[in-house]
């Protein structure tokens, strides 16, 4: 059973930096393309970033140049830095594996998902 535990969550104010965690268990980590998905409230689920088995990354248009997705497969790892946020980054961003298609993903196609973690970007 896979399970994705995501961290480092929380408020910020404009202009400030976050770095979330996710670790993963029940995989292969190695061979599986991790990707970070994010929900703001009224809204649907959508894509942000994702690495794939040999470390190349891909971005939504939206934090191309500000976020950078990175993984440890030693620890079984996959990270999200978070530079520059505005207040519509505001989401509850979630750690996804199983399903990622490169270079964008659906949330439709993920099999697995965490619990999530809350980032709050003040004005």
């Known amino acids: 059973q896979v399970q994705l535990v995501e961290s480092g969550g929380g408020l910020v104010q404009a202009g400030g930096s976050l770095r979330l965690s996710c670790a993963a268990s029940g995989l292969t980590f190695s061979r599986y393309a991790m990707g970070w998905f994010r929900q703001a409230p009224g809204k649907e689920r959508e894509y942000v970033a994702a690495?794939?088995?040999?470390?190349?990354?891909y971005y939504a248009d939206s934090v191309k140049g500000r976020f950078t997705i990175s993984r440890y497969n030693a620890k079984n790892t996959v990270y999200l830095q978070m530079n520059s946020l505005k207040p519509e980054d505001t989401a509850v961003y979630y750690c996804?594996?199983?399903?990622?298609?490169?270079?964008?993903?659906?949330?439709?196609?993920?099999?697995?998902w965490g619990q999530g973690t809350q980032v709050t970007v003040s004005s």
């Open positions: 996804a594996a199983g399903g990622i298609v490169l270079p964008s993903s659906s949330p439709l196609d993920v099999s697995s």
């Open positions: 690495i794939n088995w040999s470390a190349s990354t």
